[in-house]
């Protein structure tokens, strides 16, 4: 918990780290929103009682879905610097488990994943969109978007683990978009040509932003909701395990 509140803090007071996380995907959705706002008439566009949703409604999901992955980014970038400025080796000396390390960083990464997507609610509101399933769907949305917060951010950790520098976790960034393009982040799967929808299809983030989105437009239902949280649980799970394995693998090596 105190490593945690180290690294909100720590969060805070650099804005920017916490600045692109909400800057650059803001910047996409109101793009893609003002020049791509005619796919919902495409043929496969999703409808709701046979209408299909305001495009700005089904894009909101693929910015939190972008600003969870740059989260991601940034949590590996601030571990790999902790690690060039020593302040890493300060840690391992410390009367403290070894994991705690790790697993601060990532709930200090659920607790921004929360913020990132409040941010994103609340532009809804000011643009009048909202949320289909009021309070239970914006619980739904934060536990999707939490758990996947972390499983990004084990990532990042991974990564400024292995690597030990910071301009090797920056060389990330390209990748954040190549993953949320071969989604259906951004269009629905149908609308995708192949092989992009059968990777769409294989994709975890395109279940996580799929369950993100059902709450707030109405559409996918229970199913959705139930395959985000899976998804996102099993993101969480894995690169949690494996930001503790690069964390023994480092320790190993010291």
Do not use: K
């Not at 934060?142 to 951010?153: D, T, Y």
């Amino acid at each position: 918990m105190a490593l945690a509140r180290r690294a909100l803090l720590v969060t805070l007071r650099r804005p920017q780290f916490l600045a692109p996380l909400l800057i650059f995907p803001t910047l996409l959705l109101a793009v893609n929103t003002g020049g791509l706002s005619q796919a919902t008439a495409l043929p496969g566009f999703p409808t709701i009682d046979g209408q299909p949703p305001a495009f700005f409604d089904f894009q909101i999901a693929a910015a939190m879905s972008q600003s969870l992955l740059l989260g991601g980014v940034g949590t590996g970038i601030a571990v790999a610097l902790e690690l060039e400025m020593g302040f890493f080796e300060r840690l391992v000396a410390a009367p403290i488990p070894r994991v705690s390390i790790v697993f601060g960083r990532l709930l200090a990464a659920a607790v921004i994943a929360c913020f990132q997507l409040s941010w994103f609610v609340l532009l809804g509101l000011v643009f009048g969109s909202g949320i289909h399933d009021g309070i239970p769907g914006l619980l739904i949305v934060c536990g999707i978007g939490a758990l996947a917060g972390i499983g990004f951010a084990g990532i990042g950790v991974t990564l400024a683990l292995r690597a030990g520098n910071a301009s090797t976790v920056q060389g990330f960034f390209p990748l954040v978009f190549v993953i949320l393009f071969l989604s259906s982040a951004f269009f629905p799967e149908a609308l995708l040509s192949s092989p992009a929808d059968v990777i769409a299809h294989y994709n975890p983030l395109s279940y996580v932003a799929n369950g993100m989105r059902a709450p707030i437009i109405g559409y996918g239902g229970t199913r959705a909701v139930l395959e985000g949280f899976a998804a996102a649980f099993g993101l969480a799970v894995l690169f949690a395990a494996t930001a503790t394995h690069a964390l023994h693998g480092r320790l190993r090596a010291g």
